[in-house]
């Protein structure tokens, strides 16, 4: 992807949505959000529909699933980005599952967040480095079987080590 990166975010957390401008944007001039709102719905019918990433909150307070917010925001045509404070295990596959293309943690620094944020606006997946476990213990039926080496990478970027690293050990 070239050019400016439209983000919009879906969080039930006034705080949230008032500040993610400021956050996401400090210093970047291919990033910009366009829509904040408290519900999917609310941004489909705005001008986050048009957004290349959606930031979503895992567990908004009108009780949607997640997953059902993935297939909506996936159906309008942006890609979805998981902000979410949570790292349960079952939520972060459910969210991956239903078509997220990344999951990060609303503690990690924000310029780990602008960096899933390029990705998935690239078609590329991201997931916070401290849950990459999730992925190498999961034993669903349609996980992908991992080679010895694959799981090695895996298992080494989940202990934090930065890709350039695992790739040295790897080599």
Known sequence: MTGVIDVAAVDDHPIIRDTVAVWVTTGESDIRVVATAATVDALLAGPGRRADVVLLDLDLGDGTAVAHNVRAILDAGPAVLVLSASDRPRAVLAA??????????????????????????????????????????????????????????????????PMKSVARKMA
């Open 96 to 161: 991956i599952h239903a078509g997220a293309r990344g999951y990060t943690l609303k503690n990690e620094q924000a310029a780990q967040i602008r960096s899933a944020i390029r990705e998935v606006a690239a078609g590329r997946d991201w997931i916070s480095p401290g849950l990459a476990h999730i992925f190498a213990t999961d034993d669903a039926a349609e996980r992908p079987t991992l080679s010895h080496q694959e799981r090695r990478a895996l298992e080494l970027y989940a202990t934090g080590l």
